[in-house]
């Protein structure tokens, strides 16, 4: 009964333990500092996200960043929308380089660090 239980304790403390490692990894498969890295190579090489708040295909582009959504760059069409109209953006969200190319839809992570030349 007691190798029983002391089998019991010690698959449950496994368990713990790798559900606390992976917690560390968000729903995108990076961590917080991998994507606070990508957010933050992005803002600092001038690659802005055009979209609106009200957008869903917006709001799971920054879910894909997590908390370092706030260190992208987001440009409001619904509050600039001169801004979004002399960039010709046309569907939500919008990806624009500070050369003028365009990526537009949800864009993978993967995808955002090769466009910036970011490490992921």
């Not at 960043?65 to 960039?87: H, K, M, P, V, Y």
Request: a negative charge.
């Amino acid at each position: 009964m007691k190798k029983l239980l002391l089998i019991l304790t010690l698959t449950s403390l496994i368990v713990l333990a790798g559900c606390a490692k992976n917690s560390a990894i968000d729903e995108s498969g990076y961590t917080p500092e991998q994507t606070e890295k990508l957010a933050q190579c992005l803002t600092d090489k001038g690659i802005a996200m055009y979209g609106t708040t009200r957008c869903p295909h917006c709001q799971n582009q920054k879910a894909r960043f997590g908390d370092a959504a706030d260190l992208i760059t987001f440009i409001d069409c619904d509050e600039s929308r001169i801004q979004c109209q002399a960039a010709w953006v046309e569907g939500f969200p919008t990806w624009i380089t500070p050369d003028g190319q365009k990526y537009s839809g949800d864009q993978p992570l993967e995808s955002l660090a090769t466009i910036g030349a970011c490490e992921l």
